[in-house]
């Protein structure tokens, strides 16, 4: 079901404030910075091993993220984890009691597919759930 810890989404107020810690003090690589309009987001990729750290800044003061942002401040927004087959892991937690946010998975711009499952399922967590195109 699980494959790994695709990435951790940071969410930040600035990206460019956030990298001098990422990049400069830390000596992760910037991947490349990415404008999401669908969440109202961008988000700065830095690879790390088999796994990634987003930064993720809001663009927009109305948004999921900015009203995180907003109440909780800078800080872990989301653990990703990657599965195989995103239908079959949700209908399996959902089966399992679990609240979802995505009952049907939402594409992203490289066709990758993913959701999220509530954090009130999660102890507190938002975890967010991905599968790669094959």
Do not use: W
């Amino acid at each position: 079901m699980i494959k790994r810890i695709d990435h951790i989404g940071v969410v930040v107020n600035d990206i460019e404030e956030a990298l001098k810690v990422y990049q400069q003090a830390l000596g992760l690589t910037l991947a490349k910075v990415q404008e999401r309009p669908d969440q109202a987001v961008t988000i700065a990729f830095l690879p790390t091993g088999e796994s990634e750290i987003e930064l993720v800044q809001p663009v927009t003061n109305d948004s999921g993220v900015a009203k995180f942002l907003q109440k909780r401040g800078e800080g872990i927004h989301h653990i990703c984890l990657e599965v195989d087959d995103i239908e079959k892991t949700l209908a399996e937690l959902q089966s399992k009691g679990l609240q979802l946010i995505d009952e049907t998975p939402r594409t992203g711009p490289e066709g990758e597919r993913f959701a999220f499952i509530h954090p009130k399922s999660a102890h507190g967590v938002l975890i967010e759930l991905y599968e790669y195109p094959k």
